[in-house]
Antibody, heavy 118, light 114 residues
Framework: EVQLVQSGAEVKKPGESLKISCKGS????????IGWVRQMPGKGLEWMGI????????RYSPSFQGQVTISADKSISTAYLQWSSLKASDTAMYYC???????????WGQGTLVTVSS | DIVMTQSPDSLAVSLGERATINCKSS????????????LAWYQQKPGQPPKLLIY???TRESGVPDRFSGSGSGTDFTLTISSLQAEDVAVYYC??????????FGGGTKVEIK
């Protein structure tokens, strides 16, 4: 069974750094793309970017390029999303999702709630 | 980016009645080399991650009830719930996965019971 387990909720202050994780199991981690999706409070879904853990090929949505960094450690089957300097507007639920067909996210993590507040 | 526009923003349907949600893309998501529409539908219930219902515009994901169906091609797509059940109350999103520079979602349609 494909499972994606994300790290727990975070509360941070503006300007702080953060790295959240997504651990995959039940499949070959290096053979499927994993993407990240943002959902701001009460809002819709926004695709942030995607990584292929096999060779770390990474693509970003133009809206998120330069704002976040996506990475993966294939030795522990874990993908990451990180910020170097958080803003209040980064407050959101963040989901990781594994490719189902093409780049389509088909298997989703449970979400990580990030709250940025002074 | 390909812009996905859903309509309506919300709809209320009686139990057992049909619900229809529309999704329009700003450019075609039909890939000519394989004749597939790179369009998916998701269901999201409160406090849960999205759940994939339909991909390739009309292929139902395993385990999804057959009251859910997808149709359309090119730029115009429809998700139909043939007989609304109480457990179908949710927000529904379309998504294109044609453009590998940015996958984009529609704004969502909230389905409620009338």
């Amino acid at each position: 069974e494909v499972q994606l387990v994300q790290s727990g909720a975070e509360v941070k202050k503006p300007g702080e750094s953060l790295k959240i994780s997504c651990k995959g199991s039940g499949y070959s981690f290096t053979s499927y793309w994993i993407g990240w999706v943002r959902q701001m409070p009460g809002k819709g879904l926004e695709w942030m970017g995607i990584i292929y853990p096999g060779d770390s090929d990474t693509r970003y949505s133009p809206s998120f390029q330069g704002q976040v960094t996506i990475s993966a450690d294939k030795s522990i089957s874990t993908a990451y999303l990180q910020w170097s300097s958080l803003k209040a507007s980064d407050t959101a639920m963040y989901y990781c999702a594994r490719q189902r067909v093409a780049w389509l996210p088909g298997y989703w993590g449970q979400g990580t709630l990030v709250t940025v507040s002074s | 980016d390909i812009v996905m526009t859903q309509s309506p923003d919300s709809l209320a349907v009686s139990l057992g009645e049909r619900a229809t949600i529309n999704c329009k893309s700003s450019q075609s998501v039909l890939y000519s080399s394989n004749n597939k529409n790179y369009l998916a539908w998701y269901q999201q219930k409160p406090g849960q991650p999205p759940k994939l219902l339909i991909y390739w515009a009309s292929t139902r994901e395993s385990g999804v009830p057959d009251r859910f169906s997808g149709s359309g091609s090119g730029t115009d797509f429809t998700l139909t719930i043939s007989s609304l059940q109480a457990e179908d109350v949710a927000v529904y999103y379309c998504q294109q996965y044609y453009s590998t520079s940015a996958l984009t979602f529609g704004g969502g349609t909230k389905v409620e019971i009338k």
